[in-house]
């Protein structure tokens, strides 16, 4: 008689997925630049619709001439607008940082709050931002940071059926363990920058091929997956 093998749970294939990328991109860290947490809230605040490499280039100055949330908070708007202008989106963009900063100030003590409930009230902060910042500026990890890239693949890889991100983050927040949830965004970003990308993603040079229902089958021949962590001797280079 034939074996007839089960197919692993959405779970499984989560979970087999975390332990890969934690494999092929060991030392993926937040890609923006900062020093302290007010700074990472307006870095984060600038890449909504724009690369981090574009943020990375505008924040160097921004900072030396603002560097704390007092000084924005008491800026001419202008000058930040000028400063944020190459971002995109940029006269919101720098309201929203001047309105984050005082609020800051005014309720805050001028520290960046630790919890979602206060970040969210917060001008320009979604839970994207405020999951961001708490996991990078402050290691708690309170939910999943769902970006366009994570959106993405957490799609193609069959893990939600969801186009809200708030509705992903949930599905996911179910499907990983809680320590995980901000290093699963990270290297799946770094996967969605190097191999699964938007336009054209380069299945023949995929890891997760045999876990991945949106597999190009013209590209690679597919092969049952056991389940067992991959040898990442042909890991992908980061672009
Ligand atoms: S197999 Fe293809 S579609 Fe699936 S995650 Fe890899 S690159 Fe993306």
């Not at 332990?19 to 630049?33: E, G, H, I, T, W």
């Not at 100055?61 to 708007?77: G, I, K, M, N, V």
């Not at 971002?87 to 720098?94: I, M, P």
């Not at 970003?189 to 997760?208: E, S, T």
Request: with cysteine; net charge positive; glycine share 4%.
């Amino acid at each position: 008689m034939p074996q007839t093998r089960k197919r692993p749970s959405k779970k499984q294939r989560a979970l087999e997925v975390l332990a890969r990328l934690k494999q092929m991109y060991p030392d993926a860290v937040c890609s923006l630049d900062y020093e302290t947490p007010v700074q990472l809230l307006v870095a984060t605040i600038l890449s909504a619709q724009c690369t981090d490499e574009r943020v990375n280039k505008v924040t160097p100055e921004l900072f030396r001439q603002f560097p704390d949330a007092a000084a924005l908070a008491s800026a001419e708007l202008d000058e930040i607008i000028e400063l944020v202008r190459s971002t995109g989106f940029y006269r919101n963009k720098a309201k929203n940082i001047q309105g984050a900063c005082r609020l800051i100030m005014t309720e805050f003590e001028g520290q960046v709050p630790r919890s979602m409930a206060e970040l969210l009230r917060l001008p320009g902060v979604a839970r994207k931002t405020a999951n961001v910042v708490l996991a990078h500026a402050f290691g708690i990890n309170a939910g999943v940071t769902v970006d366009t890239h994570v959106k993405r693949l957490t799609q193609r890889l069959g893990l939600t059926q969801a186009d809200d991100p708030v509705k992903i983050e949930q599905d996911l927040i179910k499907l990983l363990p809680q320590p995980d949830w901000e290093n699963w965004s990270i290297r799946l970003i770094y996967h969605g920058r190097a191999v699964c990308n938007a336009r054209r993603p380069l299945c023949d040079r995929c890891l997760f091929t045999d876990l991945c229902p949106s597999v190009d089958r013209a590209l690679v021949p597919i092969v049952p997956s056991e389940l067992t962590s991959v040898s990442l001797a042909s890991a992908p280079e980061l672009a």
